[in-house]
């Protein structure tokens, strides 16, 4: 069952266009055996990633979008894998990294 946490939100600026966003964020266990399963075309695949390695993945890739970074990064903080300052920092950096790269 999918439990309701919470929600973040952010703001997309790309030149002169401005847009902002709510992400209603929830928590899922799942049975250790779970494979899923791509129906809609739209991923190439999907990688277990053990939670200790995520925030290293988010800061070294960009293997996810930046509005999924921002959910990954309040998970990670709300179940103790980062540090206010470490997650403020990845946050910031992701940001201003992904941000960049639209001009």
Known sequence: ????VGA???EDIDGHTCKRD???CYDLLLPDDFQPKNTDGELESFMLVPVAQVANVIHKTKHFKPNCVIVIIDFLFRHGS????LSLSLSYMH????GSLHK
């Open 1 to 4: 069952m999918a439990i309701p």
């Open 8 to 10: 973040v939100s952010y």
């Open 22 to 24: 709510v992400l209603f």
């Open 82 to 85: 980062l540090s206010l300052s």
């Open 95 to 98: 940001t201003h990294v992904q």
